[in-house]
Nanobody, 123 residues
Framework: QVQLVESGGGLVQAGGSLRLSCAASGSILSINSMGWYRQAPGKQRELVASITSGGITNYVDSVKGRFTISRDNGEKSVILQMNSLKPEDTAVYYC?????????????????WGQGTQVSVSS
């Protein structure tokens, strides 16, 4: 079983910063890509940023230059540093990981999600 645990959400004024962390644990052989998604009320979940095991990053246009994603492969964790936050960044943020897990002698690939953490930006 694989678990993703997030931390770091909260309430901040526009222009402020927050740092989201996500740690993976459980029966893990390796982790391919990791990323952060967000879902605002009444909107579809969208990819905010992702990072491959080799460090290649991808960002949605609306956060480029403001958000930075990084990961620690040894710690099986991913961090999203969010600067210059705007009210439109308000959403529940979810960690996601593409994981090769194992059970006994069997390995399998799975897509896992964290429980979500609320980010609220006031104007």
């Amino acid at each position: 079983q694989v678990q993703l645990v997030e931390s770091g959400g909260g309430l901040v004024q526009a222009g402020g910063s927050l740092r989201l962390s996500c740690a993976a644990s459980g029966s893990i052989l390796s982790i391919n890509s990791m990323g952060w998604y967000r879902q605002a009320p009444g909107k579809q979940r969208e990819l905010v940023a992702s990072i491959t095991s080799g460090g290649i990053t991808n960002y949605v246009d609306s956060v480029k230059g403001r958000f930075t994603i990084s990961r620690d492969n040894g710690e099986k964790s991913v961090i999203l540093q969010m600067n210059s936050l705007k009210p439109e960044d308000t959403a529940v943020y979810y960690c996601n990981a593409d994981v090769i897990g194992y059970r006994g002698s069997w390995a399998s690939r799975g897509d896992y999600w964290g429980q979500g953490t609320q980010v609220s930006v006031s104007s």
